[in-house]
């Protein structure tokens, strides 16, 4: 996070308020965005909170400023502004040392401040990692039995980002910095590439920054009103089954102690093309919650994260293992875990366990239950980038890019996320997501094998109906010729 909002908050706990009096609160890091220094180090604000060094977070990014030190470690009694001699020689209070070369002869030092913020900074929080799983297929369509990232040499980036343009060419703001997403108004892929009539309310700049506008010839427009310009636009090309994703945001990519693992939780599958909430179709990534937690009634809630680790050491007899990927869970051993976590009397109401789309509990005999439940329901997030060239569009190679009998947008696997050993491989298809009939998609799908012949039948059709149209034209200039000879 660049800090503040959460950063900021004023805790009502007095333990929580004493730490705070030596951390100091994480403000807003204005050069997180705005430092153009090539020495500026993002990480290192991340080195900096692990240590609760929330004061000194945004100085330890500079190039010329660095913080040792770790208010962790320093009593509740600790006054960072008035400090005094600390007991134990081995804490070292948190201090910052300037580089005093930075520094001119008045000890005035240079920022380098832009208001165009350059991509690095945005990328450092906003990156994502493709990464093959087992039974996706590569370029070839050869199937993968690795779990692998994707090359950095074979990774494109967005098409727009290659001819020249910056992130906040189109993420723009104004002072509030209230960042424009881009999903409607002028900014939005509509807005640039798409005449429309003019609205009050959208200052329309079609062909803002030179955007070509689409001929998308032979499209029917009712693809334009039931999917998004991203479905066809963005992200990697969907194959016989999902990929993953790993994020900055999610996998901490760029700290230090990232887990660069491919196989690192979370697992984040994309792409999805599911229905948003307005109704159109378009790209997703998707997250299949997995987690602890007590019902009541129909409520589910998880379990506080503390009280599942007590409890996990408790069977566990030991701490437990960091894994980078999921530890295998039979469900012999939920059921075990359920009838533990309901005996220990740690939670409220019924304790049930949630993954994989399904929630895992015991009815009154004790037997485990599984069913589906909307707290299992996966978590989908709609995505943008990257927008590849026009000629890899969805439907360059025709409409069975989609409609076809086995098409990856209607009928490819979206890969089902759990531990629980029984459900590892599963997968449900992708025209689930999609509030469309399943069968009645396949057998449109279908249509399209025959369309070429239908086309052919009805080309046919035209050239006897013309034919005999033609004969009977003759036919009657004959006719014609004849009555007027014989008058004559
Ligand atoms: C998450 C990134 C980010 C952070 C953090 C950030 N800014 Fe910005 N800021 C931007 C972007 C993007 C713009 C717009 C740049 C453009 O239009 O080219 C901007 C614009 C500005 C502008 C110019 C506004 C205008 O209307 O011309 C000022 C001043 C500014 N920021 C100050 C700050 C200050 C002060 C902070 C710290 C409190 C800060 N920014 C933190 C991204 C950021
Ligand atoms: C230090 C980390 C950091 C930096 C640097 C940063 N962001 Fe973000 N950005 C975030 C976080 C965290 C959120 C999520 C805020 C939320 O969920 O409320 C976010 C949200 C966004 C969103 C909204 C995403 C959505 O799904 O609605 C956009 C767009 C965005 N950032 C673009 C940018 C751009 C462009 C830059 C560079 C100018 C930038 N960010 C720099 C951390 C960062
Ligand atoms: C050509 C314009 C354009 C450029 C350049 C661009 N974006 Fe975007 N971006 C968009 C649009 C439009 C959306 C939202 C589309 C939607 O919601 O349908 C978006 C969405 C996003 C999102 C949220 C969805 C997602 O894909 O995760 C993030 C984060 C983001 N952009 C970051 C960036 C960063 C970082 C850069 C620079 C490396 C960048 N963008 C460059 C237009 C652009
Ligand atoms: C059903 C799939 C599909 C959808 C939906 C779609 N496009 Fe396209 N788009 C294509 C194909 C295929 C091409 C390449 C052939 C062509 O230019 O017609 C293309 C080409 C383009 C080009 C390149 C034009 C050029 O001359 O270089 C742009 C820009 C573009 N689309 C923008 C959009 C925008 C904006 C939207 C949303 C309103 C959108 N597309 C929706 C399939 C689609
Ligand atoms: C700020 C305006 C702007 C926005 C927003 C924008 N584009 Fe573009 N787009 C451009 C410009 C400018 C170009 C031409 C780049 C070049 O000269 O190569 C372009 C080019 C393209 C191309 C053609 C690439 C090629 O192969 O020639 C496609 C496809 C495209 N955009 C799709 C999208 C999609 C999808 C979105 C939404 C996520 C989007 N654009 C949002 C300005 C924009
Ligand atoms: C990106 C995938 C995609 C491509 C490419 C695509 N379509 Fe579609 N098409 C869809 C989706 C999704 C629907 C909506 C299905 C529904 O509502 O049942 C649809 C609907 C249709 C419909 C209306 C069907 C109905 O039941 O309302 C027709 C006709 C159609 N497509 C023809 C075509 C033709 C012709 C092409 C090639 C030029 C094409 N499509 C390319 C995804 C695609």
Redesign the pocket.
Known sequence: MPGGGPGELDSENPDEIMRQLVSGKLEVNCMSCHSADPAHDQAEYGVQVARQNLRWAAAATCGFASVSGSAARMPDTYDPLMPEPLDDPKLIPPSITYRKEAFDHRGQVFFDLVTKVPDKRCYFCHSNQDVYVFGAADCNNNTLDLWDGVPKWLSDEDVHLSSGMDCVSCHRNDLEHNIERGTWGPLSCEGCHIPQPPRAEWTWKVGTLGAPIPKHA???P??FD??TCT??HSGIRPKHRTMRAKTSRAHALGIHSANKSPIALPHIIYPVFAEQEYGK?GPCKLIWPAFWGSMQGENVEPIAIEIVRQGAEMIAGKTLPRFGDWPSLSTERIAQDLAFASNSGAIEGRAVYVSGGKLYRLDDSGQLVIEDHPAAEPYLWPIAHYVRPAVQS??VG??G???SANSP??FGDVEVDTPVTVEKGSAKKMVEF?N??PT??KL?AMSFVFRPFLKIVALCSCAIIGIVLLLYVLKAVLCITKAVVEKD
Do not use: E, R, S
Request: charged share 10%; with cysteine; glycine share 12%.
């Open positions: 032979g499209i029917p009712v693809h039931k999917l479905t066809c179709i969805l439907g025709g409409c890019d989609c409609h947008f209607f999609q469309l009939n009645y998609t449109f």
